[in-house]
Every structure is written in structure tokens, then in C-alpha cells.
């Protein structure tokens, strides 16, 4: 059953649970899974459990419509801050984390976190695309997960522990996020408006990897139409890298002048290689088959990888385009 309309997540919801309700709750968390499953929905709905003036904390069960739990909906709570990567910066600011530099540690999220509550029991700090702290980002967090203010919660939310650097992983408590099952998935493309038709929904459910990020991306017909093209490409004995280089960077010089859009499509259009092959994997097959097509999906992951520590856009796609190529 759906927890305030958050599907998927159940056992997660249990174990915050169990923990406030035997008083040992963590001070500081870090979210991974999936982009798309609902991570940052789940984060503000705890905030509003934990925060809520009519429902008592142990029942993680907020209201939904009390002044404390309307602030945080609306993001204007004096005790929830949540912070995020920019559109147009490759990290975390660190501003956002201790302030301008006039200004360091007397403000920012640290310095906010460090406050009495103003008007709930608990200060609560959030930071979307934790996969996008750098080591000076990362290191100005080391006091506060050192030595966490009283009362106060601080969460991260990324994709994977491996892209969190040692600092973080070691001093929060790991809760993982599982895909969404495809039913749910199928449900929510129906429920949220990109289709109404059930036979359209249950394709991008079973295409979307658990992710209705994913879905919402797959619904864009030019996309979709550039998929099946890109799948027909990588499904050839021989592949030709130059065409397939030069294909790619056409489609994602045409998002847009702005490089985080370009950046988007890039990242869009490598997940459309990583599921291809992540399904070849899945398909019997000889040994080295099954090699070629495991190195060629880790080289598909780095890729995605090399899109988020912002590498040159020409550069990633004819080395990525390559490296598939290779039969060895």
C-alpha cells in the first residue's frame, strides 16, 4: 500500500518506523537508488512525519494539512532546507552548503542545520544531487556529520554510494531505493498525465527501468523514434563508429544552445545504451558474447559517469563510440 501516496517504498517507511519509535534515529542519512523512484518526494514526506503539529512522530503519519506540514510543501518551513544542484554548475555550489565567502559558516545550510528549531522539534536539512558534491563540498559538510547539531536531521540524495566520496559514505546511515515495479510505474505515467492510453503506458513502463523519470523521458516521440533507430544500430554484428558518433552529437546539439540541456541528452541517450545491453545480457548467449557485451555496457556507465564530472561533449561521444566498436 501506497505510504501518503509514495509508492514502492514500504520497507524504507518500516524502518524509519522502527527507529523513531525506539528513539535511535541517525542524524544523518544518505538516499541512493534510482533517479526517478521518488527519493526527494520520500524526503519531504518524512519531514512532514517528523515535523507535523496534530500526528506524533512515531506514527510517521503527518496530517498533510496542518500549518507545519503546508510550509514544508510549499518550501517555506523556518526548519527544512533543501538545497540542489543548478542547472548551469557541474557541483554543489558551496555557498549553498556554508555561504558566500564573506559570509562562511554564518549561513548556508550548515549554518542553518546548527539552529534551534523555530517552530517544529527538529531541524531538517536536505541535499538533492549528492552525487554532485566535490571534495571541497564534501569536506565543508565534515563538521556537521562529525559533530551533528542536537535534534537535527541532515539527508543526502544520490544514485549510487560508489559516486559519494569516502567522507560522506562512512558518516551516514545508507538507506537504499529500489526500482519501482513496472505496475506502479504503469499506474503512475497513466495518473500523472503522460498518456491515456493504457497499451502506450504499459510500453514505457516495461522500457523505463523502474524510473518513471525514465518513462517521462521515453514519452517524448522524437526520443522514443531516436531510440529504436540508436537500438537497431547497436544491434548490428559490426558496428561503425564514426556513423554512430556522428548521429549522437546531432541529436544532442539538437536539445539546444544551453549545455546543460545538451548535457541532459547525452545522458538520455547513453541510458538508451545501457538498457540495450543490460537486455543483451539477459539473453543466452556464447562466453565472449557475454564479455564483449558486459564491457561495453561498463563502458556505457563510465560514460555516463564522464557526462556528470563534465567532459567534453565531442571528445566523450567519439571515444565512447570507439571504445563499442572494438571487438576485443
Request: glycine share 6%; proline share 6%.
Amino acid at each position: 500500500m501506497a505510504w501518503h501516496g509514495i509508492d514502492g517504498h514500504d520497507d524504507v517507511v518500516e524502518e524509519f518506523r522502527r527507529a523513531i519509535g525506539r528513539g535511535r534515529l541517525a542524524s544523518s542519512f544518505l538516499f541512493v537508488g534510482p533517479p526517478g523512484v521518488g527519493k526527494r518526494t520520500f524526503a519531504l514526506k518524512l519531514a512532514q512525519a517528523m515535523l507535523c503539529t496534530t500526528r506524533p512522530e512515531t506514527a510517521l503519519d503527518p496530517c498533510g494539512a496542518c500549518p507545519s506540514c503546508l510550509q514544508i510543501a510549499a518550501g517555506t518551513h523556518p526548519d527544512v532546507d533543501v538545497v540542489s544542484k543548478p542547472d548551469d554548475k557541474s557541483f554543489l555550489p558551496l555557498e549553498l552548503l556554508i555561504g558566500e565567502r564573506e559570509h562562511r559558516r554564518r549561513e548556508g545550510l550548515c549554518h542553518n542545520l546548527s539552529l534551534k528549531p523555530s517552530l517544529g522539534g527538529r531541524k531538517i536539512a536536505i541535499i538533492d544531487d549528492a552525487d554532485f558534491l566535490n571534495p571541497e563540498g564534501a569536506n565543508a559538510l565534515l563538521k556537521t556529520l562529525e559533530e551533528p547539531p542536537p535534534r537535527s536531521v541532515l539527508i543526502l540524495i544520490g544514485t549510487s554510494p560508489a559516486k559519494q566520496l569516502p567522507t560522506i559514505r562512512s558518516r551516514c546511515q545508507l538507506i537504499r531505493f529500489q526500482p519501482l515495479p513496472l505496475d506502479v510505474v504503469e499506474r503512475l505515467v497513466l495518473s500523472s498525465g503522460l498518456t491515456a492510453d493504457p497499451a502506450e503506458a504499459h510500453r514505457l513502463a516495461q522500457h523505463s527501468e523502474g524510473s518513471l523519470e525514465r518513462a517521462r523521458d521515453l514519452s517524448d516521440g522524437e526520443l522514443w523514434s531516436f531510440r529504436d533507430a540508436m537500438v537497431e544500430r547497436l544491434s548490428k554484428p559490426m558496428l561503425e563508429s564514426v556513423e554512430l558518433g556522428h548521429t549522437v552529437s546531432t541529436f544532442v546539439d539538437q536539445a539546444g544552445k544551453e549545455a546543460s540541456a545538451r548535457r541532459a541528452r547525452l545522458r538520455q541517450v547513453i541510458g538508451m545504451a545501457v538498457e540495450f545491453y543490460r537486455r543483451r545480457l539477459r539473453e543466452p548467449c556464447d562466453a565472449t558474447m557475454s564479455d564483449r557485451t558486459a564491457a561495453r555496457l561498463e563502458r556505457c556507465l563510465d560514460a555516463l559517469e564522464q557526462i556528470d564530472r563534465n567532459a567534453n561533449q565531442t571528445t566523450l561521444i567519439e571515444c565512447w563510440a570507439d571504445d563499442l566498436a572494438r571487438d576485443d
